[in-house]
């Protein structure tokens, strides 16, 4: 049964709609990317700057910055998803996210007010930092009575999603189902990463000769997916998991393989039919060289690749669905073959193995028609995706 995706909404450091969003990272710019010591060490981050809805008092319970970034993705769906709920019904949508720290940041700012007032705020509930508040507020606000739930498998918690949303309609328990995935800048990150020694000094260079971390990112990106014809459709979905080492990828990548070649397999597609393939690309030095390792071993250098990091941040349980998103915009409102370019402001790292990096102002002599997006997160969780225009 084929799947689409039938609107995307979605915000991150680029900007904060899909014209905005896809004009910034078509330029490299990586003006989204700012200075800050707010959560902990001096870093660069990918911060939504701009105003973000406000939650009304009767959702008090759920009021935290995670949920404004769902609430602020909604909003640019919001005819899609009445559409279907008035379609099918508040029984039949489904609703399944993505994320890794949900609102743990109101919880930061909560014990910071307890030390210093020896008492919680009135403003703060335990519900704000479950890891299904997302799910959980967005089923309260549009009155949804179908299945939902959070997944949270780390960096690639969006892109399980994915695959738990699919599964759902075809099993015939949901005719649409909301999927993404959010995730909000907070000090547990942050200072989780800088322990790893994981965080960039400076602007984070994926493939870069010169790369040695992340910037952390925060983003939110949802999807209306349903058995209803769209402008683009979910292909293939592959997974695998390699449990190499808690945090660090296995060096030859055989699982990897393994996601993007399931994902091919369950398209129906052979890897010299996708136009773009969007990298994990995390910028550390050792995903860097495996991601390269796998992708050449699969593609070699014919499809044009790119990390999206370098002008977001790894925006970790939100990144497989936002950049699955900029995949969307690719294929739906860009201007003919335009691609996303590797932005690291660095020189190339020869000892990797050698992929087709999009530079500023590459693009294809015809449309975009099928791009894939990898994922992958700690414990080996990996996952690839193959949607295309249609």
């Known amino acids: 049964m084929t799947l689409y995706l039938n609107d995307l909404g979605l915000l991150c450091a680029a900007g904060n709609s899909k014209s905005e969003v896809i004009k910034h990272l078509l330029a490299g710019d990586r003006s989204g990317l700012i200075e800050t010591d707010?959560?902990?060490?001096?870093?660069?981050?990918?911060?939504?700057?701009?105003?973000?809805?406000?939650?009304?008092?009767?959702?008090?319970?759920?009021r935290c910055r995670n949920n404004q970034l769902l609430l602020a993705a909604l909003s640019q769906i919001r005819a899609t998803v009445k559409k279907v709920i008035t379609k099918f019904g508040a029984d039949r949508i489904g609703i399944v996210l993505g994320t890794s720290t949900s609102g743990v940041r109101s919880t930061e700012l909560a014990l910071d007010y307890l030390a210093e007032h020896a008492s919680l705020p009135d403003q703060f509930h335990y519900k704000q930092q479950q890891m299904g508040a997302g799910a959980d507020f967005l089923r309260a606000y549009l009155e949804l009575t179908g299945p939902v739930y959070t997944i949270s498998t780390a960096c690639s918690s969006s892109g399980k999603a994915f695959a738990s949303a699919r599964r759902l309609l075809n099993l015939d328990l949901c005719d649409a189902v909301i999927v993404g995935g959010a995730d909000s800048l907070c000090s547990l990150t942050i200072n989780g990463f800088a322990a790893l020694e994981s965080l960039s000094t400076g602007y984070c260079k994926p493939f870069g000769l010169h790369r040695n971390g992340i910037n952390i990112g925060e983003a939110a990106s949802l999807f209306v997916l349903s058995k209803e014809p769209g402008p683009v459709a979910l292909l293939g979905i592959g997974a695998s998991s390699d449990s190499y080492h808690f945090s660090a990828p296995d060096p030859v990548g055989t699982a990897v393989i393994t996601a993007m070649k399931k994902a091919l397999n369950d398209a129906g597609k052979q890897p010299d039919e996708v136009d773009y393939l969007n990298l994990h690309g995390t910028a550390t030095v050792l995903n860097d060289a495996m991601e390269s390792k796998a992708v050449n071993a699969l593609f070699g250098t014919q499809v044009a690749a790119s990390s999206s990091k370098g002008m977001t941040g790894h925006t970790l349980g939100a990144a497989a669905a936002l950049e699955l998103g900029f995949c969307w915009m690719l294929l739906t409102e860009n201007e003919l073959g335009a691609l996303i370019p590797n932005i690291n402001d660095d020189a190339p790292d020869t000892d990797l193995a050698p992929l087709n990096l999009v530079k500023k102002g590459d693009k294809l002599e015809r449309s975009v028609n099928v791009c894939q997006s990898n994922s992958f997160a700690f414990g080996g969780n990996n996952l690839s995706i193959v949607i295309a225009r249609t």
């Open 38 to 62: 707010a959560f902990g060490p001096v870093t660069l981050v990918g911060q939504c700057t701009f105003d973000l809805p406000e939650i009304d008092s009767h959702y008090r319970i759920y």
